[in-house]
């Protein structure tokens, strides 16, 4: 017999017949015990949650505390909220209380336990009755609707008479302002949901706005194109750009709280044949410094970079393409690095995250303050560790290579398709063979795969195509890396369905997948004697080096990401 439904026959409320009535409509239906005892109105609402409350001796929240604010409601995804029956109602000495409709069910709690790690909250979960869940609900709408109320306000300011670009400017000046309040909205949503990027395109009969999620564009909103001038302007006076000059690029920055985290966001207009094309890159810098783990760097891939990073002197280099992730991942080195007792200073193009403890200095080559100027003044200050954002010259190669050679341990990045390509790249840069196994320790390769959406992932047989991929691959693994990882007979991956939390992608969140090359003795000695890319390849394979495809598999059998993805990373 159902929990509350036995609890109510042993207090006399409910007669057997009744029980079995109930029990009856709950096996043939997929109604809950609560929605149906609700439903019969013989006892009240109320009633049913006070005896739950009392049979899963959770405190049971009768009336909607003043003090809840629709804000919380960022915290869990109305999709999900609504799915799980679950929605933040208070927050209080740094934790959250949770009211739940169903706190028994594991797939509510498996899913408030994945957003607290997600939103680094502390909660306390509290039981609520469906009528208190329906009032709190509402508030999405609230939420739902600021994008509409803004849009609505935006059209009704375009159907005045043309202002000139004066006008213009005055107009988006006012916070009250539709166009203030669409570049609001437009910057809150994007951050909310996660996004990378956001692209704002004039196109021949509309603006279209996008943005970057997991690496892919998704549209989002398309606007009068009345309202382009408007929004760029708004969007050039926050970023302190000239707003009469349309004519060339443009690059700026500013900033903005929102739930009290300063984000940071770095803006690029473009002049194209339809009007100006503005890219704004978020700089969240809850996204800004990630573990190891997070960033997918583990096993023997973990023990080099440590081993490179405890050395008071030498390089570490990560190499990939624009967008794979190379400046988060020295962001993470640098955070393992920025002690007190240590002089951490950094060259970058631009400064993309504010790490406090770290001298951060952006170079500007219009004024000929570039990263081999900067490096040359550097070395004045003393420093433990240096991260130059990337070596792109001859100059500033072999500069970084001095400095590693002179007691500095350096943080750099470069651009090749793999780890060894970076040794023939730092040649042909002008830097004699003999210098590098004296000065490199590492060598990180990289690119960033989707992950799994956990929400609608799912457990599948591998079809026999993947089956044979995988466990070829599988054989030609180092044995070191063996020892941690099994291939059983029967292979399953995992797949996501596509849910409402992942806008039905089956995909949230990225994760890189890495190459690294250990400059051992044994490769050393291959460098000094000019040795071809293949033989030192050959080498590294034997000291335990696996490539990206390789570490993608591995992810694959994990059930981290699919194989799909990892074949569409590294294609040849």
């Not at 009856?24 to 609402?45: P, V």
């Not at 009969?205 to 001038?229: E, F, T, W």
Request: aromatic share 6%; glycine share 6%; charged share 30%.
């Amino acid at each position: 017999m159902a929990k509350i439904v036995q609890f109510f026959v042993q207090k006399g409320v409910l007669d057997k017949t009744k029980a079995t009535e109930i029990e009856f409509k709950l096996r043939n239906s997929s109604k809950t015990e609560e929605e149906i005892l609700f439903e019969e109105k013989t006892i009240t609402e109320k009633e049913i949650f006070d005896a739950k409350s009392d049979i899963l001796g959770i405190e049971y929240l009768k009336e909607i505390p003043e003090e809840a604010k629709s804000e919380l409601l960022k915290l869990i995804p109305e999709d999900v909220s609504k799915f799980y029956k679950m929605i933040p109602i208070f927050e209080g000495k740094g934790v959250v209380e949770i009211g739940m409709v169903y706190p028994e069910d594991l797939g509510s709690q498996e899913a408030l336990k994945f957003l607290a790690r997600e939103k680094k909250i502390n909660y306390k979960v509290i039981l609520i009755d469906f009528s208190t869940f329906d009032k709190i609900f509402k508030n999405y709408r609230e939420l739902d609707e600021e994008m509409g109320r803004a849009l609505q306000e935006l059209e009704v300011q375009l159907k005045s008479p043309q202002a000139d670009l004066k006008d213009i400017e005055m107009e988006v000046i006012s916070e009250e302002a539709p166009t203030t309040k669409m570049v609001a909205v437009i910057l809150r949503q994007a951050v909310e949901g996660k996004a990378s990027d956001i692209h704002i395109e004039p196109m021949r009969n509309n603006l279209r706005v996008r943005y970057r999620l997991d690496g892919i564009l998704h549209s989002s909103l398309v606007l009068p194109l009345k309202a382009h001038p408007a929004i760029v302007a708004r969007i050039k006076i926050l970023s302190n750009l000239k707003i009469d000059e349309s004519r060339v690029p443009q690059d700026g920055r500013f900033s903005i709280k929102l739930d009290k985290i300063t984000i940071d966001f770095r803006v690029s207009t473009f002049p194209t044949s339809l009007g100006e094309k503005v890219v704004i890159r978020i700089l969240d810098p809850r996204e800004a410094v990630k573990s190891f783990s997070d960033l997918g760097i583990e096993s023997l891939n973990l023990e080099m970079i440590e081993r490179a990073s405890n050395k008071p002197y030498g390089m570490i280099l990560v190499t990939g393409p624009t967008g794979s992730g190379k400046t988060t991942t020295l962001y993470s080195i640098l955070r393992n690095l920025n002690k007190e007792t240590v002089n951490v200073i950094t060259l970058e193009d631009p400064v993309e995250y504010f790490i406090d403890g770290v001298n951060q200095s952006q170079v500007r080559p219009e004024i000929n303050y570039t990263f081999a100027t900067g490096l040359r003044s550097i070395v004045r200050q003393d420093p433990d560790i240096i991260m130059v954002g990337e070596i792109r010259d001859s100059e500033t190669a072999s500069l970084a290579i001095h400095a590693s050679l002179t007691g500095h341990l350096v943080l750099s990045t470069l651009h090749t398709n793999d780890a060894i390509g970076s040794i023939p790249r730092l040649i042909d840069m002008g830097i004699e063979p003999f210098l590098l196994p004296s000065s490199l320790d590492v060598v990180i390769a990289q690119r960033l795969v989707r992950k799994i959406c956990p929400f609608c992932k799912e457990k599948i047989m591998a079809p026999e195509p993947i089956k044979k991929i995988l466990t070829d691959e599988y054989k030609n693994l180092p044995e070191i890396w063996k020892k941690n990882i099994s291939l059983q007979k029967e292979i399953y991956t995992y797949k996501g369905k596509g849910c409402k939390k992942c806008n039905n992608e089956g995909f949230s969140g990225r994760i890189g997948i890495f190459e690294i090359l250990e400059i051992t003795p044994e490769i050393s000695g291959l460098i000094f004697k000019n040795s071809s890319e293949n033989i030192i390849l050959e080498q590294a394979k034997k000291q335990g080096m696996i490539s990206m495809r390789q570490d993608g598999f591995i992810k694959v059998i994990q059930g981290i990401t699919t194989l799909e993805e990892v074949l569409r990373a590294t294609k040849l």
